[in-house]
């Protein structure tokens, strides 16, 4: 599929509140973070403001956000595999100069970003977790995957752990974890992520521990940072009481 593919007339729109992507009609607010109307922009306007920059974080891995930034866009992250490039998340921003990638892989359904204009653009295979797939909010996207256990797919490895969303899936490439927003770090500390159930998001946080406690990791890479995997864990092991 070549850049002239994407329809001029395409119906999306993107909130400058949250980041969140919006198939179709224009709503009269954000069905994720509740913004009006006025908040909203169109996705080819989008493309024309906002620029998806890319940062190198390690020799395979390099991280993507927008700039100026987006709301409350997450990051997300290109690995370079032997078999090919692969997405961990989805930028909010659709800029269709970015360099393609076979796979996008979902950590969850939160912020999908424009991974549907990326997969029409370059006939990229999506992935999300089953539970999250049946979320009303993922209802206009195409998922070409629906997983359900623990896989591998060019090196990187994936994990159901639930938790923070049903089917909240962090990845393992070589000595680098993908965590996204499972914990936030805030100036007082590390804490887990808020908007989910509090319960078993502590509780899988175990899961998480056991799987990456057995691992030599050396970069962690968040939602909104990247940290020395040897600095991150102790404030992870705190929060496990």
């Not at 100026?68 to 961990?88: D, F, M, N, S």
Request: with cysteine; net charge negative.
């Amino acid at each position: 599929m070549t850049k002239q593919d994407i329809p001029n007339n395409f119906q999306q729109s993107v909130c400058l509140q949250c980041g969140y992507n919006m198939i179709g009609e224009m709503p009269d607010v954000c069905p994720f973070c509740g913004a009006g109307h006025e908040q909203f922009m169109a996705w080819d306007v989008v493309e024309k403001t906002y620029l998806v920059t890319t940062r190198v974080v390690n020799c395979a891995v390099s991280q993507l956000l927008s700039v100026p930034k987006l709301g409350l866009e997450h990051a997300a992250y290109r690995i370079e595999t032997q078999v090919g490039a692969v997405w961990i998340d989805a930028p909010s921003a659709f800029n269709r100069t970015l360099a393609p990638v076979q796979t996008i892989l979902f950590t969850h359904h939160h912020f999908l970003g424009a991974s549907n204009q990326y997969r029409q653009l370059w006939n990229a295979q999506v992935s999300l977790h089953e539970q999250d797939a049946k979320h009303r909010l993922v209802s206009l996207f195409d998922i070409d995957q629906r997983f359900t256990e623990d896989f591998s797919h060019n090196g990187i490895e994936a994990y159901h752990v639930g938790g923070h969303t049903p089917g909240f899936t962090f990845y393992v490439y070589r000595d680098t974890l993908f965590i996204c927003d499972y914990v936030f770090l805030t100036p007082v500390g590390m804490r887990f992520n808020p908007y989910g159930p509090t319960l078993e998001t502590k509780q899988q946080a175990r899961r998480i521990y056991d799987i990456i406690s057995a691992k030599t990791l050396r970069t962690v890479c968040g939602y909104n940072y990247t940290a020395h995997f040897a600095d991150w864990l102790p404030g992870f092991e705190r929060l496990l009481g």
